[in-house]
Nanobody, 126 residues
């Protein structure tokens, strides 16, 4: 059974940084894309960032470009999200995800994503 477990969320002030981690188990993910979505209260789940199985396959939502960095460690079956210069509009539950198709991330095809983590809350407030 595939499991994704996130950690690293919390409450911070605008301009602060956080790092999210996600560890997968139950299978290898080296041929899967791994990344992050988020869902703010009252809004739909949206794509944040993804790293495919090659370094060139790295994509970000426009709203986080230049502030967030995603990377993965296939030895540890893990994906990470470094979030800098956080803004109140970044407040959301952040979900780790993995999928055979990177387009499901980039096109926001939430219903087609293969596996999800349980989510971790990130709150940015002064």
């Amino acid at each position: 059974q595939v499991q994704l477990v996130e950690s690293g969320g919390g409450s911070v002030q605008p301009g602060d940084s956080l790092r999210l981690s996600c560890v997968g188990s139950g299978r290898g993910f080296s041929t899967y894309s791994m990344g992050w979505f988020r869902q703010a209260p009252g809004k739909e789940r949206e794509f944040v960032a993804v790293r495919g199985f090659t370094d060139s396959m790295t994509y970000y939502a426009d709203s986080v470009k230049g502030r967030f960095t995603v990377w993965r460690d296939d030895v540890k079956n893990s994906v990470y999200l470094q979030m800098n210069n956080l803004k109140p509009e970044d407040t959301a539950v952040y979900y780790c995800a993995t999928d055979r198709r990177i387009d499901d991330f980039c096109l926001g095809r939430v219903a087609d994503v293969d596996y999800w983590g349980q989510g971790t809350q990130v709150t940015v407030s002064s």
